[in-house]
């Protein structure tokens, strides 16, 4: 819940959440809004996100869902376009969205399995920040963060497809900063490790049993959550990061580096 110490410094700015039907992507938009942005939240499911706005509304914030696909580039336009014409500006977007894809040794691994990941995680990612970017680039501001993974910077067993995508939203944050923070915009990567959301309960795991035991083994000692990397994407987003772009940001409980 909203506390009268969360701190308000996104009062006035507009901000674009993808993926914010559940997970890391939810978490992030709730405490965007509570920090005083207007939302404007995507997903491919609808009802799940009206939930999320009703929510945003009854703690006093201000949201919009928008059904979105940002495998389709015409959607991703679409949803730059509504929340320009419906706010006037775009000053914070998170390009969240992304899946998981097929979890398997890479000989198992072919052209739909890549194709599967690459379109969102990697085609969506790239259209999403060319036209957010177009947006704050005209206003002269803006901060992109972008939902990479530990795995952007590491190898993970069983997961090449998912790894690789990571890897290139890792490598396009890095080039679009390069390209942009002179002008204004500032874009970083995110990198969670272990957190529990959804994504952990579609089988990607041999057991639970493997699950469990594999958070058990990180320095951590167990699994982060959405809400804390919400705070990150918050701080990422705030004037208080205005000297942070092309960073790769890892909240992996330390697992990376063990
Ligand atoms: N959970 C983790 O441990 C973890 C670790 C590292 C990175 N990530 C990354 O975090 C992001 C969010 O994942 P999560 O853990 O919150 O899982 P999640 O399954 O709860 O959330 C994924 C979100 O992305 C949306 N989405 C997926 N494909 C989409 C598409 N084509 N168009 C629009 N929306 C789409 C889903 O509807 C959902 O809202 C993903 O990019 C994921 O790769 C997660």
New binding site residues.
């Given amino acids: 819940m909203n506390t009268i110490s969360t701190p308000r410094q996104l009062e006035g700015k507009i901000a674009l959440v993808?993926?914010?039907?559940?997970?890391?992507?939810?978490a992030s938009a709730l405490e965007l809004a509570r920090r005083g942005a207007k939302v404007v939240v995507?997903?491919?499911?609808k009802d799940e996100l009206d939930q999320l706005v009703q929510q945003i509304v009854a703690e006093g914030g201000e949201a919009a869902a928008i059904a979105?696909?940002?495998?389709k580039e015409a959607d991703i336009k679409r949803l730059v376009d509504y929340t320009v014409e419906t706010y006037g500006r775009l000053d914070i977007a998170f390009n969240?969205?992304?899946?998981?894809g097929v979890f398997a040794p890479l000989l198992e691994q072919n052209a739909e399995s890549f194709d599967r990941v690459f379109e969102?995680?990697v085609r969506?990612v790239l259209n999403s920040m060319k036209y957010e970017a177009e947006v704050m680039l005209a206003q002269g501001s803006g901060s992109i963060i972008n939902?990479?993974?530990?795995?952007g910077l590491i190898g993970f067993e069983n997961a090449s497809v998912y790894i690789a995508s990571?890897h290139a939203v890792v490598g396009m944050t890095k080039t679009a900063s390069i390209e942009w923070f002179r002008k204004g915009v500032r874009v970083n990567a995110l990198c969670?490790?272990?957190?529990e959301?959804?994504?952990?309960h579609r089988g990607i795991w041999p057991s639970v049993e493997a699950q469990q035991q594999f958070a058990a083994g990180t320095p951590a000692g167990r699994w982060g959550s959405?809400e804390e990397m919400a705070t990150i994407v918050a701080f990422l987003a705030s004037d208080d990061s205005s000297y942070v772009s092309g960073h790769a940001l890892v909240a992996d409980g330390g697992y990376s580096v063990a």
Wanted: no cysteine; charged share 15%; proline share 8%.
């Fill in positions: 993808t993926g914010a039907s559940s997970g890391i992507g939810r995507a997903a491919r499911r979105a696909d940002v495998s969240n969205a992304g899946t998981e969102p995680n969506g939902n990479a993974s530990m795995g990571k969670p490790g272990l957190i959301t959804p994504f952990h959405a």
